[in-house]
């Protein structure tokens, strides 16, 4: 490795320090000439857009590798499990309630009565939430090892409380969770969707612009190929790209050279060049349907809820939009 950063081979193509902050970010995997190939979505966090890169291109994982940092992590420096909205249902709660496949009904200070669950690492169904943990997808101490310990103490909080991206905190066996403790996916993988847990992974590693070291880093390239990830939609957050001294750049390639240069990945494209970002379409349900959680609308096709696409279906799922965006189950 040479100084903070460095780069490593991945069957053929580089995978170099690259960062868009304010740019959502998509990773793609060609299987035949290319294996590893990813694309950047040019968005913000309301509007969709997709960049389309054309076949023979290949894009650098938006990820730094760099050495972690070893002392001065305390659980304590992350203070979590809060009550944001002050509707007496902390974090831990809120997730809970995201997560429901059958809704709990509340009571007084958030107690839960019913309710059922299905942890996401082992697919064990339960009706009490008391056998659940809520996993951070990226564990506060690795979040410390690689980045955290140059936040704020509100920027810290906010990553541990973070419900405005489903991936970023999970709801899971309690035994699986302290199986799991603070390791990368190079030491650890849930028993089943290993491969949904790589791509959330990577894409809260960007969201936050978290380093990774070069172990994981070898990791993720072996399980992108492996799992076959043909795309990772993340959007990386501006304050914490700037407390890491990433510069926001816009990726641009010419189409006849398969391998991006280093002049190329790192000049503003020309606006005559700049290719037109792609709405995506939103799914649309035969009807506007109230439901229960994002956890119900993703499974019937229905998210994300933007307000300006369907009025009506956000406006029964306003419940769903914590944070009152506009775009519920983001």
């Not at 791509?199 to 390239?221: F, G, Q």
Request: net charge positive; glycine share 4%.
């Amino acid at each position: 490795m040479n100084g903070q950063i460095s780069e490593i081979q991945a069957f053929g193509h580089r995978i170099t320090p690259r960062t868009a902050s304010l740019y959502e970010k998509t990773l793609s995997v060609k299987s035949l000439s290319y294996s590893l190939v990813s694309a950047l979505v040019l968005a913000t966090t309301t509007l969709f857009g997709v960049l389309t890169a054309p076949a023979a291109q290949a894009f650098d994982l938006p990820l730094t590798i760099a050495p972690d940092q070893l002392t001065g992590y305390e659980r304590t420096l992350f203070k979590h499990w809060i009550d944001a909205d002050k509707d007496k249902c902390d974090t831990r709660k809120e997730v809970l309630i995201q997560e429901a496949v059958v809704a709990p009904k509340l009571s007084g200070s958030c107690v839960f009565n019913g309710g059922k669950w299905i942890s996401a690492y082992d697919g064990l169904v339960t009706r009490d939430s008391s056998t659940l943990d809520i996993d951070h997808m990226v564990p506060l101490s690795e979040a410390w090892r690689s980045g955290a310990w140059k936040w704020s103490p509100a920027q810290r909080e906010a990553f541990a409380n973070d419900l405005t991206d489903l991936r970023a905190l999970v709801a899971v066996t309690a035994s699986l969770n302290r199986q799991k403790s603070d390791q990368d996916p190079s030491t650890w993988l849930p028993p089943v969707d290993k491969c949904t847990y790589v791509s959330n992974w990577i894409a809260i590693k960007v969201r936050y612009s978290l380093t990774v070291d070069t172990a994981e880093a070898n990791a993720l390239t072996t399980l992108i190929a492996t799992c076959n990830i043909t795309s990772i939609t993340a959007f990386s957050i501006p304050a914490y790209a700037a407390t890491a001294g990433i510069t926001p750049i816009t990726l641009s390639t010419n189409s006849e050279d398969p391998t991006p240069t280093a002049s190329a990945t790192a000049a503003t494209p020309e606006p005559t060049a700049k290719p037109k970002p792609k709405v995506k379409k939103v799914k649309k349900t035969k009807k506007a349907v109230k439901y229960s959680s994002c956890v119900k609308a993703k499974a019937a096709g229905a998210t994300p809820i933007i307000r300006s696409k369907n009025k009506t279906l956000y406006t029964l799922n306003k419940a769903l939009d914590r944070d009152k965006d506009g775009v519920a189950c983001e």
